[in-house]
């Protein structure tokens, strides 16, 4: 069968149309297509609740984000995975992510998981945003160029509460230290007994440090160890474990005294989650190192507080958020400015524009160092204990640690020696 000339011009222009119609749509589908950021954070077990204020800071800046136009044209998308708080978990989510495509990644929350998956990044052509491990070697002789520790070290943090609380009470002669049975466990101990001693010795006197008590997080009994605690000669205690087992251990040392049986208790970062659980029952005398003392007036001159307070409370209702919000807020945001600033999400250049990277949070102005990924700020060691007012909880003293004046200089590739 033959064709006329007009069904032939007609088919023609049939077909351009729709070969115009399909770029159209593979045109609109790519600018749909969205960036994706792998999330492996605890869901589930003893780190879930810290997990759920880790994942709410980094859904708030997402949506600040997304809600200023996204990143390279794109919106922003969260992919979401449970590293159910070990090691073991952190790695398949890792793993699990970066085998569909996503390199960029906010894990490693605590110590056990980074140490498991920052060696691993390379392999998985991925980078790695971290919101609060401590361990040392993270970013000395385990140092790895796709990680990146976006929090306080535990020189930083337990030398500075040490410090702090040797000066704020000088009649505490004695200290108990409980921390985690584990690499970390043992940094704990070790730079809170220097910063102790150190005030101590600033002052004209002396301070003793008992062994540690090591325990294990993954056991809902503390009674040996609060036993021993009771028994020790100390004025002071320590406390190293975090999230759940440090809300346990407390708990259950109430129920004995354990409270009213030291005149101080310095604890690792939990701040407000102990006072949510513990309410009333919260230790007189609790003072914690925190990322981010929120709706307190020394926080209120950031011009990035109120935001994330506000974003923090319309996604979850609550209006008390714990400091770990911020570790992650921080973290989210430092994976976003880095694309922006290398116009490019691809490792190699989210890598390079994380080195030396300076750029604000809700805390101020932060900044990575280039030689060993360490991030420097703000933060605060606060008091924080039962109030009259609403909600009960909060903040009821805090002293500003300013990072940078406390850390150790870089020394990426070899063990740092106090």
């Given at each position: 069968m033959t064709l006329s000339r007009r069904s032939v011009l007609k088919t023609a222009?049939?077909?351009?149309?729709?070969?115009?119609?399909?770029?159209?749509?593979?045109?609109?589908?790519?600018?749909?297509?969205?960036?994706?950021?792998?999330?492996?954070?605890?869901?589930?077990?003893?780190?879930?609740?810290?997990?759920?204020a880790w994942i709410a800071g980094i859904k708030v800046a997402t949506s600040q984000w997304n809600a200023a136009g996204g990143l390279l044209g794109k919106q922003i998308e969260l992919e979401v995975r449970d590293d159910k708080f070990s090691s073991a978990g952190a790695v398949?989510?890792?793993?699990?992510?970066?085998?569909?495509?996503?390199?960029?990644?906010?894990?490693?929350?605590?110590?056990?998981?980074?140490?498991?998956?920052?060696?691993?990044?390379?392999?998985?052509?991925?980078?790695?945003?971290?919101?609060?491990?401590?361990?040392?070697?993270?970013?000395?002789?385990?140092?790895?160029?796709?990680?990146?520790?976006?929090?306080?070290?535990?020189?930083?943090?337990?030398?500075?509460?040490?410090?702090?609380?040797?000066?704020?009470?000088?009649?505490?002669?004695?200290?108990?230290?409980?921390?985690?049975?584990?690499?970390?466990?043992?940094d704990m101990a070790r730079y809170f007994t220097l910063g102790a001693q150190r005030a101590a010795a600033k002052a004209g006197r002396t301070v003793k440090v008992l062994d540690p008590i090591f325990a294990s997080l993954n056991k809902a009994d503390y009674k040996v160890e609060i036993n021993s605690l009771m028994n020790a000669p100390s004025q002071g205690l320590f406390v190293g474990?975090?999230?759940?087992?440090?809300?346990?251990?407390?708990?259950?040392?109430?129920a004995v005294g354990m409270?009213?049986?030291?005149?101080?208790?310095?604890?690792?970062?939990?701040?407000?989650?102990?006072?949510?659980a513990m309410q009333k029952s919260t230790p007189a005398n609790l003072w914690s190192i925190s990322f981010w003392a929120a709706g307190v007036e020394a926080t209120k001159k950031f011009p990035l507080s109120q935001p994330l307070l506000e974003g923090y409370a319309k996604l979850t209702g609550d209006k008390y958020p714990a400091g770990i919000?911020?570790?992650?807020?921080?973290?989210?945001?430092?994976?976003?400015?880095?694309?922006?600033?290398?116009?490019?999400?691809?490792?190699?250049?989210?890598?390079?524009?994380?080195?030396?990277l300076t750029y604000e949070t809700a805390m101020g102005p932060y900044h990575i160092r280039k030689e060993d990924h360490q991030g420097l700020g703000n933060a605060y060691i606060a008091k924080v204990g039962a109030r009259e007012e609403a909600p009960g909880y909060g903040i009821a003293d805090a002293v500003v640690l300013t990072e940078a004046d406390v850390a150790e200089p870089p020394t990426p590739g070899k063990k740092f020696e106090a």
């Open positions: 222009a049939l077909g351009a149309v729709t070969s115009a119609g399909l770029a159209g749509t593979r045109f609109a589908y790519a600018q749909a297509t969205p960036l994706k950021i792998g999330v492996a954070l605890p869901m589930s077990g003893i780190g879930a609740e810290a997990g759920a398949a989510a890792a793993r699990e992510l970066t085998g569909s495509g996503i390199n960029l990644l906010v894990g490693g929350s605590q110590s056990p998981m980074a140490l498991a998956t920052a060696p691993i990044l390379a392999e998985l052509k991925a980078v790695m945003v971290a919101p609060c491990p401590t361990v040392m070697s993270l970013t000395h002789e385990g140092f790895q160029k796709n990680f990146f520790r976006l929090s306080w070290n535990a020189y930083i943090a337990f030398a500075g509460i040490g410090n702090l609380l040797t000066g704020k009470f000088p009649d505490v002669a004695t200290w108990s230290v409980i921390v985690p049975d584990s690499e970390n466990g043992r474990l975090t999230a759940a087992p440090c809300i346990s251990l407390l708990q259950q040392g109430r409270d009213s049986r030291f005149k101080v208790i310095g604890e690792a970062g939990t701040e407000l989650l102990i006072a949510k919000v911020h570790s992650s807020h921080r973290a989210t945001l430092a994976l976003f400015n880095a694309v922006k600033k290398a116009n490019a999400a691809d490792t190699d250049s989210v890598i390079a524009a994380l080195e030396g």
